[in-house]
């Protein structure tokens, strides 16, 4: 299938609408614009422009008829025509039209107005972009408009999102995805307005790849266009994240999943231990209590343990699989804090990276707080946590746990609690 685009005037445009057919003549001096006409075949979409409003889509029902008439040659093409309900504005999208323009026989100007040329042929992104700023995709020659969220034909400014996406990707099949996964590395997202994950990727056989870009990608097989960006929403309770897990696929927390994450920990470690060398207000005694607190060992640690003298969570005691980590982290912290023992908690291992990348924390009253992505991976269970597990919080340490609440969990925060 090509793609087409045809600018009229007003009076042309509505003739031909009403006709069903697409006429052109030969310039007496030659035209491209109008030469393209002859390039339509059966099946390709055609959009219609008048002054400066995309108004209909429409599918040639043949391809392209030389005929003869008192006037010369004559080239038609009948048509199919379909009325948008969400008519384009080309104005309201002169950014993203420019970006893409081609640098010949464009059908708008450097302006960003409709080129008055008659007819030019347009690329397979262009074309699926202004279906999405329509609200439409296409199926077997017919248009079929998506359902959208309330509030979107009164914007009249841009796509809206999906409203009906659960039953309509309801069809996407696991191959679907390997497709897109296979060919990934060819994927210019950012051309139908994707950027890179921030929050979460998409594993699958050890790489990683943006969850949001695979599903908007691989909505070609449902709906013959890609989803773009701000037709749906990402995120644990997403239909795009449902939809892949229900086929199989990982979501995973990219602060869980960086494979750098040691290396940059370890970075932090030596600038931290740095900075805390070259201080020249700090004592040599408190400057070696801050190092030894920083790495987890020294007085801070003898405190935690005496505090505790286990797992806050797993009652692990074997001191080799315990670590004494800081709940208002070593950044945030003042010195004062930094030496405090009631701003740590004694954690095993697989516990402390969980409560450092804010993926638990505690109430008030000792309740567990977990995150969803744990959740849903079934973490807590693999590692014998059980999400109704609770915990005795010392009193001291309240003030801490209240600033980690209002970073990680805030519906769980304190609003008294400050840094």
């Known amino acids: 299938m090509n793609y087409f685009w045809i600018t009229q005037k007003p009076k042309s445009h509505k003739e031909e609408l009403e006709n069903g057919w697409i006429r052109a003549r030969p310039a ?28 209909h889509i429409g599918f040639a029902l043949g391809s392209v008829m030389h005929e003869t ?7 038609t093409v009948k048509f199919k025509p379909h009325q948008l309900e969400m008519p384009i504005d080309i104005r309201v999208h002169k950014e993203y039209l420019l970006d893409k323009r081609a640098k010949k026989y464009s059908p708008i100007t450097s302006f960003g107005k409709a080129h008055q040329g008659y007819c030019s042929e347009i690329n397979k992104v262009t074309a699926w972009f202004l279906l999405s700023r329509a609200g439409v995709y296409y199926n077997n020659d017919n248009i079929i408009e998506l ?46 307005k994707f950027k890179k994950s921030t929050t979460y990727d998409l594993e699958y056989n050890g790489n990683l790849f943006p969850p949001k870009v695979i599903f908007g990608v691989s909505a070609i097989a449902v709906i013959n266009r890609v989803l773009f960006a701000d037709e749906f929403t990402g995120g644990l309770d997403s239909v795009c994240f449902k939809v892949l897990t229900s086929l199989g696929f990982n979501i995973i927390d990219k602060s869980v999943s960086d494979v750098n994450s040691q290396k940059k920990a370890i970075d932090l470690l030596i600038e931290d231990i740095y900075e805390i060398e070259k201080d020249a207000n700090i004592s040599i005694t408190d400057r070696k209590q801050l190092i030894d607190a920083r790495v987890g060992q020294g007085k801070f640690r003898r405190d935690l343990n005496k ?38 908690l004694l954690l095993s291992a697989n516990i402390d990276i969980l409560f450092d990348k804010g993926l638990i ?55 008294d609690v400050h840094d």
Request: contains cysteine.
């Open 28 to 55: 007496k001096i030659y035209n491209q614009y109008r030469e393209t006409v002859k390039s339509i075949k059966k099946g390709d979409l055609i959009f219609f422009c008048s002054s400066g409003v995309i108004s």
């Open 69 to 75: 008439d008192e006037k010369g040659i004559l080239w």
């Open 147 to 192: 359902e959208k969220a309330v509030g979107y034909r009164e914007a009249k400014s841009a796509s809206s999102r999906v409203s009906n996406l659960n039953s309509l990707m309801s069809k996407l099949d696991r191959r679907d995805i390997l497709d897109v996964l296979g060919k990934f590395e060819e994927i210019q997202y950012t051309d139908y």
């Open 307 to 344: 505090l505790y003298g286990k797992c806050l969570l797993t009652d692990i005691s074997l001191d080799v699989m315990l670590r004494a980590s800081h709940i208002k982290p070593w950044r945030e912290s003042s010195n004062y804090e930094r030496l405090d023992p009631y701003n740590g």
């Open 361 to 415: 924390s505690f109430k008030a009253n000792g309740e567990l707080l977990i995150s969803p992505v744990l959740v849903e991976n079934n973490i807590l269970e693999l590692i014998g946590i059980h999400a109704v597990t609770s915990v005795k919080i010392n009193e001291k340490c309240q003030k801490y746990l209240g600033w980690h609440r209002n970073k990680y969990f805030p519906s769980h925060g304190d609003k």
